[in-house]
Nanobody, 122 residues
Framework: QVQLVESGGGLMQPGGSLRLSCAAS????????IGWYRQGPGNERELVAT???????NYADSVKGRFTISRDGAENTVYLQMNSLKPEDTAVYYC????????????????WGQGTLVTVSS
């Protein structure tokens, strides 16, 4: 089994910063693209940022210049540094990863974490 565990959410004032972490564990051979999505109140889940195994990043326009995604390949962990937070960043943030499992199964799985709540409010 493979699982993703997020941490780092919480309450922050507008203009503040938070850092989210997502650790992957289990029978992992490799992780392709890994990233963050979010779902705000009354909204559909949307992409925030992704990073490939080669380090190529992709950001939603709404977070460009404020959020930075990075990954530690050795630790199978991805981070989301969120600066200059706005009330509209309030959402449950979900980690998502494309994982190839170890032999003998050697399957491709798309895995979601359980989510971590970020609330931006004064």
């Amino acid at each position: 089994q493979v699982q993703l565990v997020e941490s780092g959410g919480g309450l922050m004032q507008p203009g503040g910063s938070l850092r989210l972490s997502c650790a992957a564990s289990g029978s992992i051979f490799s992780i392709n693209t890994i990233g963050w999505y979010r779902q705000g109140p009354g909204n559909e889940r949307e992409l925030v940022a992704t990073i490939t195994s080669g380090g190529t990043t992709n950001y939603a326009d709404s977070v460009k210049g404020r959020f930075t995604i990075s990954r530690d390949g050795a630790e199978n962990t991805v981070y989301l540094q969120m600066n200059s937070l706005k009330p509209e960043d309030t959402a449950v943030y979900y980690c998502n990863a494309g994982v190839i499992t170890r032999l003998p199964s050697a399957r491709y799985l798309e895995i979601w974490g359980q989510g971590t709540l970020v609330t931006v409010s004064s």
